[in-house]
C-alpha cells in the first residue's frame, strides 16, 4: 500500500536481534538509532534479548516500545547465560528471513545495517549467507584492540575463514542457516568458518566503530582472548571430525 511503513509490516524481512546485560543507558539510543536506519527501507522488528541484567535494561527496552509504537520484542533470560546463547534465543524466534545482529554497547552504528543488506542482495550469489562487519577504525582500549588482534590472528592462521574481525558484533545472516549450526558457548566469535563448514560464502564489509559513551564493558583480557583461543580448538575439531551433511536427491 503506497505510504505505508514497511516497518510496520507483520511479516520483517529484517530482524534485528540485540543481545543486552546492563545496558539501561544504551538502549533508547540505539533503539531510535536502529529504527532511523531501517525505517523506509525494510520491514523489520527489534529483538532485544535481556542476558539476566540487574539494572533497568528490560524497563528501558519497555519504554522505547512505548515510545517509539514500532516492532521492538523484549526476551529475557532467567539466568545469565551468555552473549551466543542471547543471540540464539533471539534467532530462535525471529520472524525475518534475514538477522542482523549488534552488540548492545552503542559501539556498533546501526546505520551499517543497510550497506550489509545491500551487499547481500548485490551478490545476486544464494551462497552468501553472512556479512561480517570490519571495524577498520577501532574506538576500544589498547587492552580490547591487542586481545582482538591476537585473538583475529591466532584464529585465521588456523581455521583460514578469510575473515579480518570475526568478532565485530555487526553482522547479517540467513536465519535458516544458523538455526542449522551446531550450537556451543562462545559460538557467536566463530560464525564465519561455521557457516564456511555448511557450506555459505562469507564476505566482510567496512563498517563504523564507535566509543562507549555509557555503562560498562562486559568483557576483559581473560573471558575475550584466553577463553576465545581455547574455544578455538573446539571449533577446529568441529569442522574435521564432523562435516556437513551431504545432500541426496531422490530419482
Not at 74 to 85: F, I, K, T, V, Y
Not at 158 to 172: A, E, N, Q, W
Not at 189 to 216: D, W, Y
Request: glycine share 10%; aromatic share 6%.
Amino acid at each position: 500500500m503506497t505510504g505505508t511503513d514497511p516497518s510496520l509490516s507483520a511479516a520483517p524481512r529484517v530482524s534485528v536481534v540485540v543481545p543486552v546485560c546492563n545496558e539501561a543507558e544504551n538502549v533508547g539510543t540505539l533503539t531510535d538509532e536502529i529504527c532511523a536506519a531501517l525505517r523506509g527501507r525494510y520491514a523489520f522488528e527489534v529483538i532485544y534479548v535481556d542476558d539476566g541484567s540487574t539494572d533497568a535494561t528490560p524497563a528501558a527496552v519497555i519504554a522505547a516500545r512505548q515510545r517509539l509504537g514500532e516492532d521492538i520484542r523484549l526476551l529475557r533470560h532467567a539466568r545469565r547465560s551468555g552473549q551466543s546463547a542471547a543471540v540464539c534465543t533471539g534467532v530462535r524466534v525471529a520472524r525475518g528471513e534475514w538477522i542482523a545482529t549488534l552488540d548492545g554497547d552503542g559501539q556498533n552504528d546501526p546505520a551499517d545495517i543497510p550497506a550489509l543488506l545491500a551487499a547481500m542482495e548485490k551478490a545476486g550469489d544464494e551462497r552468501l549467507r553472512l556479512v561480517m562487519g570490519n571495524r577498520t577504525t577501532r574506538k576500544d582500549t589498547w587492552l580490547r584492540r591487542l586481545s582482538s588482534r591476537v585473538a583475529n590472528g591466532v584464529r585465521g592462521s588456523l581455521l583460514r575463514d578469510g575473515t579480518p574481525d570475526t568478532g565485530c558484533g555487526i553482522k547479517v545472516f540467513s536465519r535458516s542457516t544458523f538455526l542449522e549450526l551446531p550450537r556451543f558457548d562462545h559460538m557467536h566469535r566463530f560464525l564465519p568458518a561455521l557457516f564456511q563448514r555448511a557450506g555459505s560464502r562469507v564476505i566482510s564489509v567496512p563498517v563504523g566503530h564507535r566509543p562507549r559513551t555509557a555503562g560498562r564493558s562486559k568483557y576483559g583480557l581473560h573471558n575475550r582472548l584466553w577463553v576465545g583461543i581455547v574455544d578455538l580448538f573446539g571449533v577446529m575439531w568441529i569442522i574435521r571430525r564432523h562435516p556437513p551433511p551431504v545432500s541426496a536427491a531422490e530419482e
